[in-house]
C-alpha cells in the first residue's frame, strides 16, 4: 500500500477509536464506576489515549523528510489535521453516546 | 416529648425539599477538550411521604420510533439519585404556595409535558453556552417546567460549567396536557 492510503487508512481507524472509546468510557460511567473522580480519570485516559495513538500514526505512517524544514512542515500539517479531526470526531461521540446513553 | 424528636413527627412536619442536580453531560467524552463542560440539570424532590422524586427531559433515540428520533420527552423516576453529581443548587419554594403544593404541581406539569413533540437541538457547534432562538434542549425542558410552576426560571450558575438552554425555557404550552401534534 502507498504511503499516502496507509495514512489515510491510520487516520480513519484513530478517528473510529475516538467513538469506541466513548462509548466505552460512557458504559462504565453508567455500569460501573459511578463516581466524579473515575469520570474524571477516564477523561484523561482518553485524552492521553487520543494524543498517544495520534503520536503512534505518526511515527508508523508520516514519511520521513530528508531535510528539517520539511520535517517540520509535515509535522505542523500532521498536528492541525489531527486536531481538527480530533475535535470534530469528539463532537461526533458526543452525539453519539447521547443517543445511546441519554444524558 | 417534642413530635419533633421522634421520626414519626419528623415525618408528619417534614416538608418536600427540592434540589438542582447538576452532571456533566455526555461524560467521560463531554469533558475533552472542554473548559467549561455542559451540565444536564435533573430536579431532585425529596418527599418524606412519597420518597425521592428525579424530573428532567431527556432527548429520545429510537424507543418511541425512527420518526420520534431526538425529540423531548419528559423523564420522572423514583427512589434513587443521579450519580456523578459535580454541582447541587438548593430550590426555594416560592412564596404563593405551600412546598406539598409546589411538589405536586412539579409533577403534574411534568406528566402533562407533551413528550416527542418539540425536537432536541444541541447547542451551536456542540460547546456553545447558548441555544439558537427556537431551539431547546434539556436544560430548556426543566427551565420551562420550574417556569410554569413558579412564574420565573430560577437562577442556575455554577463556577467552571455553562448550562445552555437554561436561559431558552420552551414554551409553556407544551406543560398544558393538550395534543398538540
Known sequence: MKTGGRLALAVVAWSLSILVMAVIGSWLDRSVF???????????????????????????????????????????VFVMLMMA???FMIDVAIV???????? | ?????????????SAPTFTLFGRIAAAPAGKIGKPHPSLHISLIIDDAYTGLT??????????AGLRNILRIRTNIYADSLPDTVVAKVALGVPSSMSPETFAQELVKRAINFS????????PPKLSGDRMNPGEYNSSSYLAALLKSVMGYVPEFRVAGFQTPGWESPMPLHFFKGE???
Open chain 1, 34 to 76: 459511578r463516581s466524579v473522580e473515575s469520570q474524571t480519570a477516564m477523561a484523561h485516559v482518553m485524552e492521553a489515549a487520543i494524543v498517544l495513538l495520534a503520536a503512534l500514526v505518526y511515527w508508523r505512517c508520516v514519511p520521513r523528510a530528508p531535510d528539517l524544514g520539511r520535517r517540520v512542515i509535515y509535522l505542523a
Open chain 1, 85 to 87: 479531526i480530533g475535535y
Open chain 1, 96 to 103: 453519539l453516546v447521547t443517543l445511546l446513553f441519554g444524558l
Open chain 2, 1 to 13: 416529648m417534642a413530635t419533633q424528636a421522634n421520626s414519626v413527627g419528623r415525618a408528619q412536619h
Open chain 2, 54 to 63: 428525579v424530573i428532567d427531559g431527556q432527548p429520545t433515540f429510537g424507543e
Open chain 2, 115 to 122: 413528550s416527542y413533540v418539540s425536537p432536541y437541538s444541541f
Open chain 2, 179 to 181: 395534543a398538540i401534534r
